[in-house]
């Protein structure tokens, strides 16, 4: 378990409508939960709420909402102002005393919404969830042919040898 001052906000807005709502930040909050202070790729920040992101899609699939799934997915990866990858991996959380309706910048959740839908369609859940156990790119690469390896480090902007 990390020992740093790791900080973590479980955020369950209280205007949730639906049930379907509340499972989905449910899920995404308990993932976070159970890979807190376990050693993995998602300890970058960004990789954390791909994987995120995807939890609570699969989460929803298996609690039987399989329509609000789909729905869920087109609309947020719809979303219009994307930041770049690489300003989302340079994003800076805000604090959590400035009471804003998201702890990130604006346009960090379509280029995540975004680039998970990505990489679930290249690789499929099981791998993605694979990056909580792997420390380094490398070894999360390993299992993937040699033309699936380059196209996830153009779509992630990996910098590693393969
Ligand atoms: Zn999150």
């Known amino acids: 378990m990390r020992e740093d001052n790791y900080r973590i906000h479980y955020f369950i807005d209280k205007n949730y409508k639906t049930d379907e709502q509340l499972h989905a ?15 993995g790729l998602h300890r970058d920040t960004w990789v954390d709420e791909i994987i995120a992101f995807l939890a609570a899609h699969y989460g929803l699939i298996e609690f039987g909402m399989t329509e609000y799934a789909s729905y869920r997915l087109s609309y947020l990866t719809r979303e219009q102002v994307l930041l770049s990858l690489e300003d989302v991996k340079h994003a800076k959380q805000k604090s959590f005393f400035e009471f804003s309706s998201s702890l990130f910048p604006e ?21 993605v969830r694979r990056m909580v156990d792997c420390r380094n790119w490398s070894d999360w690469l390993a299992p993937f042919s040699a033309d699936i390896r380059e196209k996830i480090i153009l779509l992630l902007d990996l910098s590693v040898d393969v």
């Open 25 to 39: 930040a449910l899920m995404h909050e308990m993932y976070h939960r159970v890979t807190l202070g376990r050693d």
């Open 107 to 127: 346009g960090y959740g379509g280029r995540i919404y975004r680039t998970a839908q990505e990489l679930d369609l290249l690789v499929g859940w099981p791998q």
